[in-house]
């Protein structure tokens, strides 16, 4: 197969203004409990939220520590379902502040902005997309080191799809009823929803209300000024449609049902669709190894200027606590990560990552199916920005509460509407 289009990509990358932001984590601490430094070295902590790369970054740690024996790295990852940013603030109280940790840019670029080091006369801020640069730059500075490009929609099973004879691919909210209807008629589960996962809704999936209203920046704008409100608005009014669309057609408790298991059934082939992106992949070929899979749209509308389009943002960037005494090893670290041979082939072959460089070259093998698509949507200029970057600190939380309160049927579309307006105004 032929290297994916970069230049297109890019092309299309700088004509776009998006907001970028991560799927959320949070959880148990896992880390490599390397806390003892031999004389003349260093420890560089790193304190992230990427649960599905830990493995690779502990390789990665042994690959670089043998490159550079005068710099140990502690990596230690909070993921799962609880509050990585609510870890963070905790261990810069406590004293125990580490030396680089994950930021999502925009809010949280402002929010840390004083603990944060200025990278931008680092080797390889020359060569960064510019989309992916953009969460991370203030003032024309550059504040961290994007990992990647992620983006999210329905994954969905393509032999599960033609099984049902579902010949056109769903852009439209009448055309994935349409297809779910079928899918259910062939007597497959057309969703498997992790609805236990409060950033699964309150941060990726609300993210399309927000990212279909005419005037992104300026709802936002408004709803900080007290001028715009979610009460009413009718693309939060269709989100809400189309979460009981897919609870109609989906699995049984999904608001029980965690990530694990979400990803788990799907790769199984036990249902044909999933809200989730292309960091899924390497749990999917952990049980499923070469799954005929691709990426569709969430559809919130039939409006055609609207639909067919996914989400792409940049999970995490990786920024540098400038009161830390090992930020020079740092920031040696993070040159080597996306630079250095086995960095750069870890990046797309074992992360399945979109690179955020133009350095780092990827074909449709090393990142695998999900990025693929993703990648084609980009070319296309079909996307849409993940706007949970733009939130106050907290909201996301919040939402993700209020959503679930609807999910389970405890308020009506009106008076969740006023649940998240109310998270909003408290935090904002």
Do not use: R
Request: with cysteine; hydrophobic share 40%; glycine share 8%.
């Amino acid at each position: 197969m032929k290297k994916p289009k970069y230049s297109i990509m890019l092309a299309v990358l700088l004509t776009m203004s998006l907001i970028l932001a991560a799927c959320g984590g949070g959880g148990n601490l896992v880390s490599d409990n390397n806390s003892g430094d031999e004389q003349g070295q260093k420890t560089v902590t790193i304190f992230q939220f990427k649960t599905e790369i830990v493995e690779g970054l502990n390789e990665l740690k042994v690959e670089f520590e043998k490159e550079h024996p005068n710099i140990k790295l502690d990596i230690q990852t909070v993921g799962g379902g609880a509050d990585y940013d609510a870890a963070l603030k905790t261990k810069f109280a406590s004293g125990d502040a580490p030396d680089i940790f994950s930021n999502n840019g925009y809010a949280k670029l402002d929010m840390w902005q004083e603990k944060l080091e200025d990278l931008s006369d680092q080797p390889w801020v020359k060569d960064l997309v510019p989309l992916a640069a953009e969460a991370i730059t203030k003032d024309s500075k550059v504040y961290g080191l994007p990992l990647d490009l992620e983006g999210f929609g329905y994954v969905y099973n393509k032999d599960l799809f033609n099984k049902a004879g579902i010949t056109t691919l769903p852009k439209t909210y009448s055309e994935l009823e349409a297809a779910a209807k079928k899918l259910q008629a062939a007597g497959i589960t057309p969703f498997a929803n992790a609805y236990q996962e409060w950033w699964l809704v309150g941060s990726q999936g609300i993210s399309v209300a927000f990212a279909n209203q005419d005037d992104v920046d300026g709802f936002i704008k408004g709803m900080n000024e007290g001028t715009a409100s979610i009460v009413g608005n009718e693309q939060f009014a269709n989100w809400a449609k189309l979460m009981k669309l897919t609870l109609d057609y989906g699995n049984k408790n999904p608001l029980t049902t965690d990530y694990n298991t979400q990803v788990t059934m799907f790769a199984n082939g036990e249902a044909a669709m999933m809200q989730e992106g292309n960091w899924a992949q390497t749990m999917i070929d952990g049980i499923t190894p070469n799954m005929n899979i691709g990426i569709l749209p969430m559809p919130l509308s039939d409006d055609a200027a609207k639909t067919g389009k996914v989400t792409i943002g940049v999970p995490v960037n990786l920024v540098v606590n400038k009161e830390s005494d090992a930020k020079e090893e740092a920031k040696i670290f993070l040159n080597w990560l996306v630079t250095s041979d086995i960095g750069k082939e870890y990046l797309v072959k074992k992360f399945k990552f979109i690179p955020a460089m133009t350095t780092i070259q990827a074909t449709p093998e090393d990142m695998g199916p999900i990025a693929t698509d993703l990648v084609k949507y980009v070319e296309e200029g079909n996307i849409f920005a993940h706007q949970a970057g733009k939130f106050p600190d907290g909201v996301a939380q919040e939402f993700g509460s209020a959503i679930q309160q609807y999910l389970a049927g405890k308020s009506d579309v009106e008076s969740w509407q006023k649940n998240m307006q109310a998270a909003w105004d408290k935090l904002k």
